[in-house]
């Protein structure tokens, strides 16, 4: 069955940092492109990262650059994304998600959603 | 910057009715346009990508159309499981998300 779980979401307080993990089942972590999507409580959605599937390009929106980075581990199928300096306005429920298409540079139009970690940045 | 823009806010119908949602584009995004449904609660699914081709296992009521900057998600006869919220995103340089459309029970 295709999954994903995220984890890692909790209260942290203004200034700290926070890695969230994206466990995959059922598919190869490694052949898809994947992002990092987050929804801020009763928003809309906003996307946050992107790891091609070759690792050929890996980057943030411009509201979190400078304070995220998203890194892959094959060998746990899992993907990551760190943020840090973590603000107000970066409480949401973060969600991973993959390209529809397998081993293809962008797609950008999720097949796969996993079903969120809150975060919650508040002193 | 791509902004999508979509109309109206809140659609109030019944079950059986047509349901027709828009989404504005502030400049052409091609045919590079999905729609998802979110329930709350749960995580969005993907129903239609590039403009008007149905996701794996999403039913034939859900239909998409348009070119360019206008486009059109229609859902031809609501069930009661349709009643959610509905955005738009185009993948033009990176992933955008339209402000989203309630599909409420009148």
């Known amino acids: 069955q295709v999954q994903l779980v995220e984890s890692g979401g909790g209260v942290v307080q203004p200034g700290s940092s926070l890695r969230l993990s994206c466990a995959a089942s059922g598919f190869t972590l490694s052949s898809y492109g994947m992002h990092w999507v987050r929804q801020a409580p009763g928003k809309g959605l906003e996307w946050v990262a992107i790891?091609?599937?070759?690792?050929?390009?890996?980057g943030c929106a411009d509201s979190v650059k400078g304070r995220c980075t998203i890194s892959r581990d094959n060998s746990k199928n899992t993907l990551y994304l760190q943020m840090n300096s973590l603000r107000d306005e970066d409480t949401a429920v973060y969600y991973c998600?993959?390209?529809?298409?397998?081993?293809?540079?962008?797609?950008?139009?999720?097949?796969?959603w996993g079903q969120g970690t809150m975060v919650t940045v508040a002193s | 910057e791509i902004v999508l823009t979509q109309s109206p806010a809140t659609l109030s119908l019944s079950p059986g009715e047509r349901a027709t949602l828009s989404c504005r584009a502030s400049q052409s995004v091609s045919n590079y346009l999905g729609w998802y449904q979110q329930k709350p609660g749960q995580a969005p699914r993907l129903l239609i990508y590039d403009v008007s081709n149905r996701a794996t296992g999403i039913p034939a009521r859900f239909s998409g159309s348009g070119s360019g900057t206008d486009f059109t998600l229609t859902i031809s006869n609501l069930e009661p499981e349709d009643f959610a919220i509905y955005y738009c995103?185009?993948?033009?340089?990176?992933?955008?998300f339209g402000g989203g459309t309630k599909v409420e029970i009148k």
């Open positions: 790891f091609w599937y070759d690792e050929s390009h890996i």
């Open positions: 998600a993959r390209d529809r298409i397998q081993q293809w540079s962008y797609v950008g139009s999720f097949d796969v």
């Open positions: 995103q185009h993948r033009v340089n990176w992933p955008t």
